[in-house]
Nanobody, 118 residues
Framework: QVQLVESGGGLVQTGGSLRLSCAASGSVVRLNTMSWYRQAPGEQRALVAEITSNGSTNYADSVKGRFTISRDNAKNTVYLQMNSLKSEDTAVYYC????????????WGQGTQVTVSS
């Protein structure tokens, strides 16, 4: 059974940077589509970025040019580097393993809070 543990969230000022980490166990990140989602209060959970098994990446328009998703195969960990943070980036960020293309399901981490203050 996969376990995804996020870390790296916190409070940062507008324009600052944070790097989120997602350590996976029970699944190999390089063999799966791994994603970061976020959910702000009163809003639906939305895709922020994803990296596929062949290394292709996709980003929400709102974060293109500011956020970068990557993975470390040796550490079986996925990262989200967030630069030039804005107040609207404030949300709980969730790591996910998405196996829906293989007829499977989405597995979620517990989430980590990111708060951007002006």
């Amino acid at each position: 059974q996969v376990q995804l543990v996020e870390s790296g969230g916190g409070l940062v000022q507008t324009g600052g940077s944070l790097r989120l980490s997602c350590a996976a166990s029970g699944s190999v990140v390089r063999l799966n589509t791994m994603s970061w989602y976020r959910q702000a209060p009163g809003e639906q959970r939305a895709l922020v970025a994803e990296i596929t098994s062949n290394g292709s990446t996709n980003y929400a328009d709102s974060v293109k040019g500011r956020f970068t998703i990557s993975r470390d195969n040796a550490k079986n960990t996925v990262y989200l580097q967030m630069n030039s943070l804005k107040s609207e980036d404030t949300a709980v960020y969730y790591c996910a393993r998405d196996r829906r293309a293989l007829g499977g399901t989405v597995s979620w981490g517990q989430g980590t809070q990111v708060t951007v203050s002006s």
